[in-house]
């Protein structure tokens, strides 16, 4: 299956990446200090910085999986939407304007404020490595996927050769463009993003008449003719996860995770220190929140639009799975053009968000590791760059690899795992931090590995790894396939209704069986004022 013309999408995609490598290099001139390097010099307003968060966050998932997950599931598809916007007042009410005022590059910043240093840092860099992981999987998932709609390419070594071309993309990004160059990439790639869907959502309401109603029935309607069973249910609540008590668990377990995990996201914590004050950190979220809001509801349409116009079996046959449900549609929509323009601009999503994860990565390794343990806070002139650098090849390999592994998985589903990974190990310890004056490194400690380990256990030996089938098709859904080995002790797909409140609880057990460091009362009145007030935000956090 080969749609459209190869070389129209790769020209567009090819076009594209120019334009965005010229506005890294010029962004590239300034990056002389670590905080030009991750924090962009703070010289971002909150509009903007707003903007970029919207591009960091409509990633793969919410373009390509959710589209695909609505078309295919109707009404629970679009749950996924639901959650990942919801969260956002989370972030906007627990953590955006603390966050700014207590940290200076990273989450680890906050989180050792009044605690050990050593231990607490290596801890959260441990935890911000593992969400990026799962997140970076995703974004080569969606990668090789959509490539191997655009051309046709089914054998699985032609996927790989693309997620290895978007893995080098990446580096070359983020080595020359730092914080600064890669918060342009997202700016331009969420105008882009948003002004596309926007212009299908349009396209496909005008088909039907501007009649959501008329939408739906023909969802319903070209399902039914495809063979679907209850082609109603697209547009039933919980039909997808509904049918038993255990599918229902799984669901909000799935929503905990969602609506909790954003707070917790470390690239997207480490974008609130690219504005100059908590004043700007606020506006940044308020127009995340609109932008974020107005896409989701764009999704809405397009999964509908390409269950009308495409259909869910067509969808699930065509290479790249649920994720090629947008880009069908806008073949069935505009041709040969929409589709190398929706196609150069999912590949954008892709492209600005693994290089927002990447930078996120290296500066947890460079800033926390590096910098702050190994070098006891007073690194070289000009070290921390180097190595965040140097991290950011490493981080690269290891996502090219394991997006080879992730190529053919539903990119939201995978989103959602490193959702709750981001709500297990970091929103607890963020949380206690902020609010609870007694909170000791022990508690700390327990709430980051112990949130970490269960969810990273519980997924090992979830469905999502082994065991899951398509009832249809009988074919594996699960990462391990066609092996006929099945090891899911634990039945639920999303271990965030485990896993969360596990965090909380060994937080809390932690800081009460430990007494509070020596000069526990004098730091908590220094981050209290300083969280509230923003006073000393300006400068670096001393210790």
Same mark, same amino acid.
């Given at each position: 299956?080969?749609?459209?013309?190869?070389?129209?999408?790769?020209?567009? /995609?090819?076009?594209?990446?120019?334009?965005?490598?010229?506005?890294?290099?010029?962004?590239?001139?300034?990056?002389?200090?670590?905080?030009? @390097?991750?924090?962009?010099?703070?010289?971002?307003?909150?509009?903007?910085?707003?903007?970029?968060?919207?591009? %960091?966050?409509?990633?793969?998932?919410? /373009?390509?999986?959710?589209?695909?997950?609505?078309? =295919?599931?109707?009404?629970?598809?679009?749950?996924? &939407? =639901?959650? /990942?916007?919801?969260?956002?007042?989370?972030?906007?009410?627990?953590?955006?304007?603390?966050?700014?005022?207590?940290?200076?590059?990273?989450?680890? %910043?906050?989180?050792?404020?009044?605690?050990?240093?050593?231990?607490?840092?290596?801890?959260?860099?441990?935890?911000?490595?593992?969400?990026?992981?799962?997140?970076?999987?995703?974004?080569?998932?969606?990668?090789?996927?959509?490539?191997?709609?655009?051309?046709?390419?089914?054998?699985?070594?032609?996927? @790989?050769?693309?997620?290895?071309?978007?893995?080098?993309?990446?580096?070359?990004?983020?080595?020359?463009?730092?914080?600064?160059?890669?918060?342009?990439?997202?700016?331009?790639?969420?105008?882009?993003?948003?002004?596309?869907?926007?212009?299908?959502?349009?396209?496909?309401?005008?088909?039907?008449?501007?009649?959501? &109603?008329?939408?739906?029935?023909?969802?319903?309607?070209?399902?039914?003719?495809?063979?679907?069973?209850?082609?109603?249910?697209?547009?039933?609540?919980?039909?997808?996860?509904?049918?038993?008590?255990?599918?229902?668990?799984?669901?909000?377990?799935?929503?905990?995770?969602?609506?909790?995990?954003?707070?917790?996201?470390?690239?997207?914590?480490?974008?609130?220190?690219?504005?100059?004050?908590?004043?700007?950190?606020?506006?940044?979220?308020?127009?995340?929140?609109?932008?974020?809001?107005?896409?989701?509801?764009?999704?809405?349409?397009?999964?509908?639009?390409?269950?009308?116009?495409?259909?869910?079996?067509?969808?699930?046959?065509?290479?790249?799975?649920?994720?090629?449900?947008?880009?069908?549609?806008? @073949?069935?929509?505009?041709?040969?053009?929409?589709?190398?323009?929706?196609?150069?601009?999912? /590949?954008?999503?892709?492209?600005?968000?693994?290089?927002?994860?990447?930078?996120?990565?290296?500066?947890?390794?460079?800033?926390?590791?590096?910098?702050?343990?190994?070098?006891?806070?007073?690194?070289?002139?000009?070290?921390?760059?180097?190595?965040?650098?140097?991290?950011?090849?490493?981080?690269?390999?290891?996502?090219?690899?394991?997006?080879?592994?992730?190529?053919?998985?539903?990119?939201?589903?995978?989103?959602?795992?490193?959702?709750?990974?981001?709500? &297990?190990?970091?929103?607890?310890?963020?949380?206690?931090?902020?609010?609870?004056?007694?909170?000791?490194?022990?508690?700390?400690?327990?709430?980051?590995?112990?949130?970490?380990?269960?969810?990273?256990?519980?997924?090992?030996?979830?469905?999502?790894?082994?065991?899951?089938?398509?009832?249809?098709?009988?074919?594996?859904?699960?990462?391990?396939?066609?092996?006929?080995?099945?090891?899911?002790?634990?039945?639920?797909?999303?271990?965030?209704?485990? &896993?969360?409140?596990?965090?909380?609880?060994?937080?809390?057990?932690?800081?009460?069986?430990?007494?509070?460091?020596?000069?526990?009362?004098?730091?908590?009145?220094?981050?209290?004022?300083?969280?509230?007030?923003?006073?000393?935000?300006?400068?670096?956090?001393?210790?």
């Amino acid at each position: 299956m080969n749609l459209g013309n190869p070389l129209v999408n790769i020209g567009i /995609f090819g076009a594209f990446v120019a334009v965005t490598m010229v506005i890294v290099l010029r962004a590239s001139r300034n990056n002389k200090t670590a905080a030009d @390097y991750y924090a962009a010099g703070r010289s971002f307003s909150g509009p903007q910085n707003g903007t970029a968060i919207a591009g %960091d966050y409509l990633s793969a998932a919410s /373009f390509l999986g959710i589209a695909g997950a609505i078309a =295919i599931y109707g009404y629970d598809g679009f749950l996924y &939407s =639901i959650g /990942f916007l919801v969260a956002w007042l989370v972030a906007l009410l627990l953590v955006a304007e603390l966050l700014r005022n207590t940290g200076k590059f990273t989450m680890a %910043d906050v989180l050792s404020f009044r605690l050990r240093q050593r231990p607490v840092r290596m801890a959260a860099a441990l935890a911000t490595l593992a969400v990026c992981f799962f997140y970076l999987l995703a974004q080569m998932a969606g990668a090789g996927g959509l490539v191997a709609l655009l051309l046709g390419i089914t054998a699985p070594a032609g996927q @790989y050769v693309v997620v290895a071309v978007v893995g080098v993309l990446m580096i070359v990004y983020v080595l020359v463009g730092g914080m600064k160059g890669t918060t342009w990439v997202q700016i331009v790639k969420a105008v882009l993003l948003i002004a596309g869907a926007a212009a299908m959502t349009v396209w496909v309401l005008a088909t039907y008449g501007f009649n959501v &109603s008329s939408l739906m029935q023909a969802a319903i309607d070209t399902a039914a003719a495809q063979g679907v069973e209850d082609p109603e249910g697209l547009i039933e609540p919980m039909n997808q996860y509904g049918a038993t008590a255990l599918t229902k668990l799984n669901f909000l377990s799935l929503a905990l995770a969602l609506v909790l995990g954003t707070a917790g996201l470390p690239h997207v914590l480490m974008r609130f220190y690219t504005v100059p004050d908590a004043k700007q950190a606020r506006r940044s979220v308020v127009w995340a929140i609109w932008l974020i809001g107005l896409f989701y509801l764009f999704t809405l349409v397009l999964g509908y639009g390409a269950g009308a116009l495409v259909g869910p079996e067509a969808i699930r046959a065509a290479p790249g799975g649920v994720n090629s449900a947008a880009p069908l549609l806008a @073949y069935e929509l505009g041709g040969t053009l929409l589709l190398g323009f929706i196609a150069a601009v999912a /590949f954008a999503t892709i492209l600005a968000v693994v290089a927002g994860l990447a930078i996120t990565a290296a500066a947890s390794f460079a800033h926390d590791v590096y910098a702050s343990v190994v070098k006891d806070g007073k690194p070289d002139p000009g070290a921390e760059v180097r190595i965040a650098r140097r991290t950011v090849v490493v981080i690269g390999a290891v996502a090219i690899l394991g997006g080879m592994f992730a190529v053919g998985q539903n990119v939201a589903f995978l989103v959602a795992l490193a959702f709750a990974v981001a709500a &297990s190990a970091n929103l607890p310890t963020l949380v206690y931090s902020l609010f609870w004056r007694r909170f000791t490194t022990r508690g700390a400690l327990w709430s980051i590995y112990g949130g970490l380990g269960s969810c990273l256990l519980l997924i090992a030996f979830s469905p999502v790894v082994s065991g899951k089938v398509d009832p249809v098709t009988g074919a594996s859904l699960s990462l391990v396939k066609d092996t006929g080995v099945d090891f899911a002790l634990f039945p639920l797909e999303n271990p965030g209704i485990v &896993s969360i409140p596990l965090a909380f609880l060994l937080g809390w057990v932690g800081t009460m069986t430990s007494r509070p460091e020596p000069d526990h009362e004098a730091k908590a009145d220094e981050m209290e004022v300083r969280a509230l007030t923003g006073a000393g935000a300006e400068g670096a956090v001393d210790h």
